[in-house]
C-alpha cells in the first residue's frame, strides 16, 4: 500500500512512526511534514489545508490511504471531497467533524442526546447584551468559549464576574478570535481530574484507547496559561474501570447514535476531553482528530498493526479485539522558551542522537526545521520535540525517570519543559495504595 499522512507535528510523527510498522505500507508520503518525519517518509511540500493540491497528489501518485492529523482540513471537508471522488481517507466527514468546528453544535447535540456535560448558554454577536446579563446572573469562576477554532486559545476560565465581562467584550467587540469568536459558550465550571479518552469508530462499533492524561498548561502544578500539551502519559490510572463503563454508556453510545440519526458519518477517530467530576464523567470538548501529545504515549502502547485498524474503520469492520502492551508510555514536550506566548526559532538542537539511543525511548519531532545554510535541525515553532518513553506497567514513576533522563540529554538555546508531567498520577496512586493499607 502507498500511505500518505496529513500534517506536520508531532502527532502527525507517531502515526508515521506506527504505519512505518506495518507490513501492509510499501511507501509512506507525509504532507508536508517535519525532519523527524522526514527520515521514515517521504516528505511532500503540500500544505494541510490544500485540499485540492492534497487530491492531485493522491490521485498522480495512486496513494491507497490518506490518514489525516489536524482538525482544518477535516472541518473543512477533506474527507467529504476525496470520498467523493472514490479516494480512502481515514477521518470524519464535515456534518461531523462539527463536533470540534463548533462549540455551539456540540454543546446542542450534547443536550439533545442526554450526553454529561456542563451547563451552557450560547449567544451570538446579536445576543451580547443577554450574555452580559447571563454573566451578572451566574456564580465565578466563568468559562467562556469561542465557537469556532481559535488555535487551542479560545477558552477563557474567568475567576470574576469582571473578568468575564472583559473577556466577553474582547472576544465580541475586540473581535480577538476574528468570526471564531462572535457566537459564544459560556458555560458552568467543572471541578475534577482532566483525561482523555481517544475513541476510534467505524460509524457504528467502537473501541477505546488508553485512556490517557495532557498536561495542558505552560508551568508546573498546572499554572500559567493553556498551551497545545506540554506533556501526557497513559494509561492514566485516574480513569477506573467503572469510568470507562460510564464512558462507553452514556458518552460514546450516545453520540454515535446521535450522529447516525443525524446521518452526520463519524469514521475516524473521536477525541473526548472529560472532567470526572463527583457526579460522573463530563464531557469538556469534543475533537474530531487524534490528540497531540496524547497520540505520542496512545501509538507506542498498541500492539497491533495500526493501518488494519484503521482500514477496518473505514470499511465498516471495526471489532473489538484490540490488544494492547501491558506497559505505560510518557512523553515530555521540550517547548521554545516563551512558548505559547512569544518565542524565537532557529535555534541549534543539540543531543538528539544521543537522547534516542536511550533504551525504550521514541523522539518526536513537532516544530523543527533543517537550516538550510547549515545543514544543521534547529527549533521551528512553539512546541519543538516529544519524547516518550515506554516502561513497565506497573511502575509509572520509572517510565517518567525514563523520559527525563532522555530529554536531559537534548540541549537548545531557551529550550522549556515542565517537570512534573504524571506526577499527579504517581500522587494518585500513592494515595490509592494508603487508602487500600489504612
Ligand atoms: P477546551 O478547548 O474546551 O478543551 O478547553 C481547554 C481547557 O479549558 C480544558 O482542557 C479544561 O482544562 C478547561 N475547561 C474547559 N471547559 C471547562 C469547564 N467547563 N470547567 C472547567 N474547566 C474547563
Ligand atoms: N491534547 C489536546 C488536543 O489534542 O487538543
Known amino acids: 500500500m502507498k500511505v500518505l499522512i496529513i500534517g506536520s507535528g508531532g502527532r502527525e510523527h507517531a502515526l508515521a512512526w506506527k504505519v512505518r510498522q506495518s507490513p501492509h505500507v510499501r511507501e509512506l508520503f507525509c504532507a508536508p511534514g517535519n525532519p523527524g518525519i522526514g527520515t521514515i517518509a517521504t516528505l511532500v511540500d503540500i500544505k494541510a489545508n490544500d485540499l485540492e493540491g ?33 479516494c480512502r481517507i481515514f477521518g470524519p466527514r464535515r456534518d461531523a467533524a462539527l463536533l ?57 476560565i474567568c475567576e470574576t464576574k469582571e473578568q468575564a465581562l472583559g473577556t466577553l467584550d474582547k ?29 476510534l469508530t467505524d460509524g457504528n462499533n467502537f473501541v477505546l484507547l488508553p485512556p490517557a492524561q495532557d498536561h495542558k498548561r505552560i508551568f508546573d502544578n498546572d499554572k500559567g496559561k493553556n498551551t497545545g500539551g506540554m506533556g501526557a502519559y497513559a494509561p492514566t490510572p485516574v480513569v477506573n474501570e467503572e469510568i470507562v463503563e460510564s464512558v462507553k454508556s452514556d458518552i460514546v ?70 490488544t494492547w ?11 521554545s522558551g516563551g512558548y505559547p506566548d512569544h518565542y524565537d526559532i532557529g535555534k541549534p538542537i543539540l543531543g538528539l542522537d544521543t537522547a534516542s539511543a536511550e533504551r525504550d525511548v521514541v523522539i518526536f519531532h513537532a516544530g523543527t ?31 517518567i525517570g525514563r523520559a527525563y533522563h532522555a530529554v536531559e540529554k537534548i540541549t537548545f538555546d531557551g529550550a522549556y519543559y515542565r517537570s512534573d508531567i504524571g506526577k499527579r498520577a504517581v500522587r494518585f496512586l500513592q494515595k490509592s495504595r494508603d487508602t487500600e493499607h489504612s
Do not use: W
Not at 472576544?171 to 471541578?191: R, S, W
Open 54 to 86: 492534497l487530491h492531485k497528489f493522491v490521485l498522480d501518485e495512486k496513494i491507497d490511504l490518506t490518514i489525516v492529523g489536524p482538525e482544518q482540513p477535516l472541518i473543512d471537508g477533506i474527507v467529504d471531497l476525496f470520498e467523493e471522488r472514490g
Open 100 to 156: 470540534e468546528g463548533s462549540k455551539i453544535f456540540a454543546k446542542q447535540f450534547m443536550k439533545k442526546y442526554q450526553i454529561p456535560t456542563a451547563e451552557f448558554h450560547s449567544f451570538t454577536f446579536g445576543e451580547r447584551f443577554d450574555a452580559e446579563r447571563y454573566i451578572n446572573e451566574i456564580p465565578a469562576p466563568i468559562v467562556i468559549k469561542a465557537d469556532g477554532l481559535a488555535a487551542g486559545k479560545g477558552v477563557s
Open 171 to 199: 472576544m465580541m467587540n475586540g473581535k480577538i478570535f476574528g468570526q471564531a469568536g462572535m457566537n459564544i459558550v459560556i458555560e458552568e465550571y467543572l471541578e475534577g481530574e482532566e483525561a482523555s479518552i481517544l475513541v
Open 253 to 322: 453510545r450516545p453520540v454515535l447514535k446521535g450522529l447516525a440519526l443525524e446521518g452526520r458519518n463519524y469514521k475516524g477517530c473521536l477525541y473526548v476531553g472529560l472532567m470526572l467530576t463527583q457526579t460522573g464523567p463530563k464531557v469538556v470538548e469534543f475533537n474530531c482528530r487524534f490528540g497531540d501529545p496524547e497520540t505520542q504515549v496512545i501509538l507506542p502502547l498498541l500492539e497491533d498493526d495500526f493501518v488494519e485498524l484503521v482500514m477496518n474503520c473505514i470499511d465498516g469492520a471495526l471489532t473489538r479485539n484490540v
Open 325 to 335: 502492551r501491558p506497559q505505560t508510555a510518557v512523553c515530555i514536550v521540550i517547548a
Open 369 to 399: 526545521q533543517i537550516d538550510h545554510r547549515t545543514g544543521t535541525l534547529v527549533t521551528a515553532g512553539g512546541r519543538v520535540l516529544g519524547v516518550t518513553a515506554l516502561g513497565s506497567q506497573n511502575n509509572l514513576e520509572e517510565t
